[in-house]
């Protein structure tokens, strides 16, 4: 089946550091990737929607000066935490899918867990 | 904007029973997908069964069955011979049919399942 890769899996770093995560569709052309965040014990919230070649959607309330997400390829989209903050410590997770295929599922990543001390 | 709402925070079950998860959602929509996702401690996401709401049977998966009953936007997951490897939360979905987009997926708040000796 079809296999999302995100990397990396668990980050720690340093307050005010800016951190990528990648997520890359290995088997099929992702059109459309979703960035998703989890609080422990929580859902998944939809942060933003990347469509390959153009400026990702924001959800309400997440800001995108400090959640960038770059989709330039059908295989790679990247998010980036800007100048990140305890706060942002969190689950997140991406997924992956192809535009007018909403009969097939999305296809997630395994995560990364992000740590900011 | 569609909604999905999950009453039951946790459930329990014995080995080897049956354990129904209730799910209902709020759309104006006509055509949709829902969906069933498992989330193991391992926090990946794993696609448990899908539904098509234009299909008025319901779906199986092996032990896996859903009861979607359309007008009263229910969607539940029934697990039979429930195995301690099910111990997990499950999330239901909704995505729009409509086309144009990869459609986000809605996610409920969950139910995590544990699974008894």
């Known amino acids: 089946g079809a296999v999302v890769s995100q990397h990396p899996s668990w980050v720690i770093c340093k307050s005010g550091t800016s951190v990528k995560i990648e997520c890359r569709s290995l088997?099929?052309?992702?059109?459309?990737m979703f960035w998703y965040r989890q609080f422990p014990k929580q859902s998944l919230m939809l942060m933003a929607t990347?469509?390959?070649?153009?400026?990702?959607?924001?959800e309400q309330g997440v800001e995108k000066d400090k959640f960038l997400i770059n989709h330039a390829s059908l295989t790679l989209s990247t998010l980036t935490v800007t100048s990140a903050h305890p706060e942002d410590s969190s689950f997140y997770i991406c997924?992956?899918?192809?535009?007018?295929?909403?009969?097939?599922?999305?296809?997630f990543g395994d995560g990364t867990r992000l740590s900011i001390l | 904007a569609q909604t999905v709402t999950q009453s039951q925070p946790e459930m329990s079950v014995q080995e080897a029973e049956t354990v129904t998860l209730s799910c209902t959602y709020d759309?104006?929509?006509?055509?949709?997908?829902l969906f069933w996702y498992k989330q193991p401690p391992s926090r990946q996401m794993i696609l448990v069964i899908r539904?098509?709401?234009?299909?008025?049977q319901n779906a199986t998966e092996n032990r896996f069955s859903v009861n979607f009953q359309k007008a009263a936007k229910s969607f539940s997951l029934k697990i039979s011979d429930s195995q301690l490897g099910d111990a997990a939360m499950y999330f239901c979905?909704?995505?729009?049919?409509?086309?144009?987009?990869?459609?986000?997926?809605?996610f409920g708040t969950g139910t995590r399942l544990q699974v008894t000796l």
């Open positions: 759309t104006s929509e006509s055509d949709y997908y």
């Open positions: 539904q098509e709401a234009y299909k008025q």
């Open positions: 990347s469509n390959e070649g153009s400026k990702a959607t924001y």
């Open positions: 088997d099929f052309q992702a059109t459309t």
């Open positions: 979905a909704y995505r729009s049919a409509m086309t144009g987009t990869a459609s986000k997926l809605t």
């Open positions: 997924s992956a899918s192809v535009r007018d295929r909403m009969y097939q599922p999305q296809h």
